[in-house]
């Protein structure tokens, strides 16, 4: 009877898609994201190449500039994890999808590869947002985790209520 009570079965949770610190999205150094004009989320600093999915869904997004990954869930929220800064003025270059959009993705499948050293070099920077574009007209709360590290397709970054 009790078991019930306690069941997560409204809530959603988000993984991290990548291995690295978590900040939050107000630290990260472009008013689009820490204001949280295009939604509430989180960010990451990743510590390898690689975004994997940090949801069940499917992918709706990739850009002709490979810069980021647009997902839908099964539940309905939009997702976007955008790896860098104005990333999107390297044309593509450093990124390599590992997925199209229309693909259905699970927790942990590898979305994208991308080249650490190179976006370092030649972005603004390699701090990753991941945010829920349509938060605002969701009808759902969203809990950010306190943690300081993430490990791909384990770590709950975002639970959404």
Do not use: C, R, W
């Not at 150094?29 to 949280?36: I, W």
């Not at 992918?59 to 980021?68: E, F, L, T």
């Not at 701090?127 to 950010?144: E, H, R, Y």
């Amino acid at each position: 009877m009790f078991k019930s009570l306690f069941k997560k079965s409204s809530s959603h949770l988000i993984y991290a898609p990548m291995n690295g610190k978590i900040a939050s999205l107000e630290e990260v150094p472009d008013p689009v994201f820490s204001q949280k004009m295009m939604g509430e989320g989180v960010a990451m600093i990743p510590s390898e190449g690689n975004i994997f999915s940090p949801v069940n869904g499917k992918i709706v997004q990739i850009p002709d500039s490979k810069h980021a990954v647009g997902i839908e869930t099964d539940n309905g929220i939009e997702l976007l994890v955008h790896i860098g800064l104005e990333t999107v003025e390297l044309k593509g270059e450093g990124f390599t999808p590992k997925v199209n959009v229309g693909d259905q993705v699970s927790v942990g499948d590898l979305l994208m590869e991308f080249d650490l050293d190179y976006i370092h070099n030649h972005a603004k920077d390699v701090i990753t947002p991941i945010v829920i574009t349509n938060s605002k007209n969701s009808g759902k709360q969203f809990v950010i985790t306190e943690q300081k590290e993430g490990k791909a397709g384990e770590t709950e970054i975002i639970t959404a209520f």
